[in-house]
Structures are given as structure tokens and as C-alpha cells.
């Protein structure tokens, strides 16, 4: 095939300087606390706007829409979508394989410089993004702005990936020979993104695979797809060209499995539960009537995460480390503790200082940025209350426990410890995603390790302890794919805490690392013989 000329609208931007990660906005300042209340303002005046499909850069518009809601306020619609079906897939694949011809055969330099100019917009509505992740997610500040930084983090670093990953040689060159090792694009791909972190995820997943040549067909979740539709308004001015991403919110049982199961979608980057995580996983190894590839799956699926407290532990260093990771978003994080395994001799006075702890927190509507926020629907708070129930019956509560009723009738659940609980309990081994912490003993660091691993899960934990052999002795024996010492297990560094899992947590895919980039990527090697 002859190499196709395309013309674009990228202005080339450099990378500047080395990756660094996009700093933390301090909302204890008089200045970023205003501008956060201008935001909000600014972005509650646009609540409800329609959002059309976006498919081969056609707007499209359907007779099914999708409402997405403030949790904190479900009257309160944030945007009206589009709801894609099955008769939409393949127009969105097709789409992307007419945008696949000549998007593979942009340099690297100038997809790289897309992230870069995309990167540039967010940064300058910083505020405004985190707005939005407020209103359509219930994100109090500080959590907004750590997802809109990621966000910015995955576009610089990926960019610089993908220019490194351009620049590769083959470890040897052959006497009498020019070698060269490729790495090329792989077609059109599926991105399911969650709705607990609607940006950065999001646009991570679809960053990594449009900077490394591919298209996309993106079905952001239905809980968040305003943040996604933003987030494709910015890719289109930094210089998208049409059909590189398609935008699709649609229904995962409809829409998301017929582009998972089209014979021409080559890789489904996931994110979300196991139980749709294995799914796709399945769907995705039935090969289709004119498919010439095995498909690829890069999943994140979940976790259910365990920090460890030694007797020998910084106790207040523990006990902010659990709290941060228990809580945190209404614990509505993969990476969040939901259990804590303490050593016996400083037990019952850790329980003391965690049911203290938990009981201060205020809950309540995030736009006025309380410690939690609501948990994301009705049907999420309805879950978390029944584990709940079923938590009273194993172990012992402490805290919390209940909904938190509001004028509103958003949707809050006290921040809720549970004592006392097996280590093979139900609420010690099912993820909850919510804001319910289970406390386990353990007679010694040798059982704190056992019940650490034994789930089916592998993501994220912490271990808590000033002895160095303790901590030499997790980094070896701990299962999990992000591993912590004496901090929280939550809020990975692009970079620093490259972030996947082992076991039913995923493929183990290490977003935000110099791995990350070739699950996009096939390898090809080119030997030319000199004359």
C-alpha cells in the first residue's frame, strides 16, 4: 500500500523540558478557592445542554437519550446525550477504519503534538474541568483537581512515550546490514471508560491509543459522558482530524458489546467491574466471521485493597493513611482501602482512633467542598447499604452505617467502619465501592500477609511499619500490582506509580508507565541488506 498523504492542522509543539507532574491546586488560598466558586458558577449556567454523537465527525442524534444527573442534586440534569445502539456501531467503527488510512501515517511528532496542545487547553480551564467532575460525579474540590491534573499528566507523558517509542532501535545492528524495529499502529479500537474518574481515565485510555496511530470508537460511561463530551470539544480544536475518535455514549449491553464482538475492532481498552471486565474479556476471544486477528484486551477491573498496620507503625501516620484511602471519593476508587489489617497489640486503640476519625468527616454536597460527597446513583447507594446490613451481621459497626438524608435527596452514606469482620467475610472479600471500611485483626505481621492475599483481587495495598524487614518482606510477598509503604494506597503518580493489577484486578497494564504505550503498538522488525 502506498503511503497516503494527509494533510493536517497540527501545529507542532515540542515537549518542554522532562515529564513532570502537573502540580496540586491549594484551595486553602483565597485566590483558587474564588476561582473554583467562579467555576462553578460558570459551569452551572450550562447544565443541561444536549450533546449530539460524534461519528466520522458527523454530529448524529437519536431518538433514545441518555440524562446524566448531579448525585448530589438527581433533579438537577448536568447534559442530555445521544443514546448509541446496536445500528450505530458499525458506523462508528467504519468510521474509524476510514480514519485508521491515513492517521497511522501522521509522525509521531505531530500526534504527539496533538496531546501536547490538548494538554495546554485543560491546564487553562483547570477550574472549569473540575466543575464539571463536581456536578456530574459528586467530586468534591481537591478529588476535581486531582483528576483534571492526571488528566494533563497522561497527555504530556504519553506524548513524550510516544516520540521515545518512535525513536526505538533493535538491540543489535547486523554487520552489512541497516535494522530497524517499528512499532506501529493496530486499527480501530474500543475505549470503555468508568465514571469514578471520567477524565483522566477517559482520556488516558484514548490518548494512548490515538498518539500511537490507532481511531477510536469511545462509549464513556453512562453515569459521565458530559465529561467526555468536553473532552472530545477539546481534542477537535487542538486539531483532531474526523473519525479518529468517534463519541458514543451508549448502553454496555447493547452498543458496547457489539463494538467489542465487530470483526473489525483490533483491541477494547476497559476500565470498570470485574464482572463486565471478563465479559468483554470473553466476547472479545470469539473470533468473528472476517476477523484476521486475535484481539487485544488491556482491562482495569478493580480491587479490593488491604493496608496492613504494624504494631511498630507511625500510628498517625496510619490512621490519616487509612482514612485518605478509605474515604476518599466516597471510596469510590478501585485503589481505595476497604480493609485494614492491624496487629493485635495496638488493635482496639486504632479502632478507637479510626471510629474517631470517620465520625468528623463531613458529608454533603461537594460544590461546597465537604470531606465526601454523594456516591454516584441511586442504585450504587442501594448496594452499599445492603453490604452494609450484611456487614452488621459479620462484624461489629462503629461509624456510620446510614444514608444521610438531604432536602435534595442526594445520594450520601455516612462513612462507615465495621469492626470485628472475618478475613473471609463477605464485605472482606466482595468490592463494595463505597465509603465502608472493614477492620480485621491479626496476631502478627506473618497473618497480616496471609489475609492481605487472599482475595481474588490484586491492585493496590499499604503496609504501615518502621521495621525494614517488615517492608522487605511485603515488597517480595504482597500480591498487588501498586504496593505502598508507610502512606495511602490511593492517588498514583503518572510516572512514579505506573498503575494496573494482578489476578481478577486486570491485565496488570500499568497506565502512566513506559510500558503502557506498546499494548497499542505491534512490533515490526525491518532488515535492509546494504549494497
Known sequence: MAIIETPTVILPRAPKGNFRNEPFTDFSTHENAHAMREALTRVGDQLGHEYPLIIGGERVHTTGKIESRNPARPAQIVGVHQKAGTEHADQAVQAGLRAFQTWRFVSAEERASLLLHAAELIRSRKFDFCAWLTYEVGKNWAEADADVGETIDFLEFYAREALRLAAAQPPIQLPG????????????????????????????????????????????????????????????????????????????ATFGNAVVEHPKTRFIAFTGSKEVGLDIHWRAAKTQPGQTWIKRTILEMGGKDSIIVSADADFDAAVNGVIASAFGFSGQKCSACSRVIVEEPIYNEF????????????????????????????????????????????????????????????????????VDVAPKARIAQEEIFGPVLAVIRARDFDEALEIANNTEFGLTGAVFSTDRKKLDRARLQFHVGNLYFNRKCTGAMVGAHPFGGFNMSGTDSKAGGPDYLYLFTQAKSVGEKLS
Open 177 to 252: 546490514e541497516h535494522d530497524e524495529l517499528l512499532y506501529i499502529s493496530l486499527g480501530v479500537g474500543a475505549v470503555i471508560s468508568p465514571w469514578n474518574f471520567p477524565f483522566a481515565i477517559m482520556a488516558g485510555m484514548t490518548a494512548a491509543a490515538i498518539v500511537t496511530g490507532n481511531t477510536v470508537v469511545l462509549k464513556p460511561s453512562s453515569d459521565s459522558p458530559t465529561i467526555a463530551a468536553r473532552f472530545m470539544e477539546v481534542l477537535e480544536e487542538a486539531g483532531l482530524p474526523p473519525g479518529v475518535v468517534n463519541f458514543c455514549p451508549g448502553s454496555g
Open 351 to 418: 479502632v478507637d482512633r479510626l471510629r474517631e476519625r470517620a465520625d468528623a468527616l463531613t458529608v454533603g454536597d461537594p460544590t461546597e467542598n465537604r470531606n465526601m460527597g454523594p456516591v454516584v446513583n441511586e442504585g450504587a447507594m442501594r448496594t452499599i447499604l445492603d453490604y452494609i446490613e450484611v456487614g452488621r451481621k459479620e462484624g461489629r459497626v462503629v461509624a456510620g452505617g446510614t444514608a444521610v438524608e438531604t432536602p435534595e435527596m442526594g445520594y450520601y452514606i455516612k462513612p462507615t467502619v465495621i
